[in-house]
């Protein structure tokens, strides 16, 4: 069966460095059309492709059967839902979107045009999520009572560009947070509470560089913490259960890969580095160092196209996306009224 053409909407830093080669690495898609003012750079990286300027353009080209919005995240919502009604599957680029009630219409609309919608939610695929991942469910560490998450970085400097803003969806919550919800609700589902500290820690900072998420779940906590202003961070997760712990530092190799460059598929793709294999504490004390498993941002592209060809479920649906935003709205609620937000 002949591949999908896909259109990327977007050529910036998700389109340029994650999307496009993704998209163009994943069997079962091509890459056919981009649309974007950077014509010369589309031509440069991929001269296979056709370069639309307006995105209507992309939009109306009847080829074209999954379109991708990799574009500011004010403008998800609107991108999405005119792909929808040009009867085009869709993927956006985390977040879905800037509120739930955006994302619902979405959700709806996209039942009634009988088309599928996803969201990019590529860190469910990050190497250490998978191991943790696999270690949550095979009960390894018994009933999980304390999982935390942490995406620290070291950026003193306001960086160029809308997500350092004051733009509608801009600051880390939106940014990082994602990612780091959407892995607590794969493992987890919903909380029953949200407890949130989300405030700008940099003298010149316009939006929010830094989040302290506690997701209630009862007798279980899930702590989700990012900051720009770590320059030597500690465990990137940290899971205490009743069968045992288990200690991760180190962060995914996949993204500084696509940043340099390099397309997946190469030699040790995915892959981490020993030095950074986890530690499985059990409950009587002993402790065995974890292999990670491998990363795979094209499992994700894959999965849409065996959900467009054959029907399978989608690898991350759209109403999964729709409850990271919930959670969101729910920490910016708690952060700015200092209470705790049921959900």
């Known amino acids: 069966m002949h591949p999908i053409p896909t259109g990327l909407i977007g050529y910036g830093t ?14 079962g898609l091509r890459l056919a059309a981009i649309g974007s ?17 307006n995105p209507q353009d992309l939009l109306a080209d009847p080829a074209i059967e999954l379109v991708v919005i990799a574009t500011p995240n004010e403008s998800h919502a609107s991108l999405a839902r005119a792909a929808l009604e040009a009867g085009k599957h869709v993927v956006v680029d985390k977040p879905f979107t800037l509120d739930a009630g ?11 045009v009988d088309r599928r919608l996803s969201v990019f939610q590529n ?6 999520f998978l191991t943790v991942r696999r270690l949550v469910e ?4 018994g ?9 620290d970085r070291f950026r003193p400097e306001i960086k160029q560009g809308w997500r350092e803003t004051e733009a509608p969806g801009s600051g880390l919550l939106y940014d990082l947070g994602a990612h780091l919800i959407d892995q607590a609700l794969v493992l987890f589902g919903l909380p029953q509470a949200v407890t949130a500290d989300v405030t700008r820690q940099r003298a010149a900072a316009r939006t929010d560089d830094y989040f302290h998420l506690v997701l209630d779940y009862g007798r279980r906590r899930a702590v989700l913490h990012a900051s720009v202003l770590v320059r030597d961070p500690g465990p990137r997760y940290l899971v205490h259960g009743d069968g045992g712990s288990f200690v991760k530092y180190g962060i995914d190799g996949q993204e500084a890969a696509l940043r340099d460059g390099k397309r997946p598929g190469g030699e040790r793709w995915g892959e981490d580095e020993p030095a950074f294999f986890g530690r ?8 065995t160092v974890i292999d990670t498993l491998p990363g795979r941002y094209t499992a994700f592209y894959e999965g849409v196209a065996a959900s ?8 991350v649906k759209a109403r999964e996306a729709c409850d990271v935003i919930r959670v969101i709205e729910a920490a910016q609620r708690s952060s700015t009224e200092r209470r705790t937000i049921s959900l």
């Open 14 to 27: 998700a389109g340029a460095f994650f999307h496009a080669p993704l998209i163009a690495a994943a069997s």
């Open 280 to 287: 499985f504490t059990d409950a009587d004390g002993t402790g």
């Open 143 to 151: 009933e999980v009572a304390y999982y935390e998450a942490h995406f």
């Open 102 to 112: 955006e994302a619902e219409a979405l959700i709806a609309l996209a039942e009634r």
């Open 138 to 141: 095979d009960g390894r560490l």
């Open 308 to 315: 467009i060809r054959d029907g399978a479920p989608l690898p």
């Open 123 to 128: 860190r469910r695929w990050d190497n250490d």
């Open 37 to 53: 003012r950077r014509k010369d750079e589309i031509l440069r990286d991929f001269p296979e492709a056709i370069a639309y300027e």
